[in-house]
């Protein structure tokens, strides 16, 4: 029914930045809201970003300011600018919607942080 694929991570130095790509189809994309989160071993996977259908956002509090996430709706993509990284963001992301009461995932990608 949806069908979620992640891209543009990999490894960065502390300061840099990245930006994750999310791919959508199997649905309307434009209707639902769309999500980032991310898991470390050994660690809750934590809700780092939302936006909406109507385009509102909200942010975890360790990402804000230096985040931002964004979709275009034509394209049915949706996207995370990562800036000022630092080791602690080093995580699978993974893209999420919920459609229907039923969560949908990307299989994630891979962000590390270190010098």
């Known amino acids: 029914q949806v069908q979620l694929v992640e891209s543009g991570g990999g490894l960065v130095q502390p300061g840099g930045s990245l930006r994750l790509s999310c791919a959508a189809s199997g649905s309307p994309f434009s209707m639902y809201t769309m999500r980032w989160y991310r898991q470390a071993p050994g660690k809750q996977r934590e809700l780092v970003a939302a936006i909406t259908s109507g385009g509102s956002t909200n942010y975890a509090d360790s990402v804000k300011g230096r985040f931002t996430i964004s979709r275009d709706n034509a394209k049915n993509m949706v996207y995370l600018q990562m800036n000022s990284l630092k080791p602690e963001d080093t995580a699978v992301y993974y893209c999420?919607?919920?459609?229907?009461?039923?969560?949908?995932w990307g299989r994630g990608t891979q962000v590390t942080v270190s010098s």
């Open positions: 999420n919607t919920e459609v229907n009461f039923l969560n949908y």
